[in-house]
């Protein structure tokens, strides 16, 4: 079964500095990757995806991930962070393009000023 | 155009009483996804809906959780008996073959609190 794992709980990072969420998934092949954000009280907002070619993916928001297959990984980043992206992130898998996604726990982005 | 919308956004019941949650898809959505996110357990799988086939239910916690969805569109998710580990915020998602790549459009959900 594929899994997700997102192993920073919180990140707290300054207005205007750039940012790294990381994403690792233990998957037997190529999944499709997604990245979502929840502002508080606010459902699930797709940031970006990636299924196949261009292992640089950009997103809504400034937003970009790298997918590095050795790596198993699917890092979302931001060259400069405002402090409206406060939120929580959620990096998810999928075995296919038409299957349910398996989250992981997301890492909380903090801004400061 | 809108997006999915759930009803209620909140419902506060008590232990034992049944609940329904409403789902409304994107129109021409054909896969609806319903999720739980609790703080213990993250973003989890309930059930999975694609057009006539048999739903994937292999997320259902117990078999006091079942949903349906009627006439290809509208879901409710029914918890029997609900418990004080049901409380979470309930998410429903659709998305459509037609766009692809399986970009599930989420609502706001609906958070349950079992007293």
């Known amino acids: 079964a594929q899994s997700v794992t997102q192993p920073d709980i919180h990140i707290t990072v300054s207005e205007g500095a750039s940012l790294e969420l990381r994403c690792n998934y233990s998957?037997?092949?190529?999944?499709?990757l997604f990245w979502y954000v929840q502002s508080p009280g606010q459902g699930l907002q797709l940031l970006l995806k990636?299924?196949?070619?261009?292992?640089l993916v950009q997103g809504i928001k400034g937003f970009e991930a790298e997918f590095k297959r050795s790596q198993s990984s699917f890092n979302l980043r931001k060259p400069s962070v405002h402090w409206s992206d406060a939120a929580e992130y959620f990096c998810?898998?999928?075995?296919?393009?038409?299957?349910?996604?398996?989250f992981g726990k997301g890492t909380m982005l903090l801004v400061s000023p | 155009g809108a997006g999915v919308s759930q009803s209620p956004s909140n419902k506060v019941t008590e232990k034992g009483k049944d609940v329904e949650l409403r789902c409304d898809p994107i129109?021409?959505?054909?896969?609806l996804y319903w999720y739980r996110q609790s703080l213990g357990q993250g973003l989890e799988f309930l059930i999975y809906?694609?057009?006539?086939?048999?739903?994937?239910k292999s997320g259902l916690p117990s078999d006091r959780f079942s949903a349906e969805r009627t006439g290809g569109s509208v879901s409710t998710l029914t918890i029997q008996r609900t418990q004080q580990e049901d409380s979470a915020v309930y998410l429903c998602?659709?998305?459509?073959?037609?766009?692809?790549?399986?970009?599930?459009?989420f609502g706001p959900g609906t958070r349950l609190t079992v007293l």
């Open positions: 998602a659709s998305s459509s073959r037609v766009t692809g790549g399986n970009e599930q459009f």
């Open positions: 998957y037997g092949a190529t999944p499709y």
């Open positions: 990636y299924f196949s070619g261009d292992t």
């Open positions: 998810a898998v999928a075995p296919s393009g038409y299957s349910t996604l398996t």
């Open positions: 129109s021409g959505h054909t896969a």
């Open positions: 809906f694609q057009g006539n086939s048999a739903p994937d």
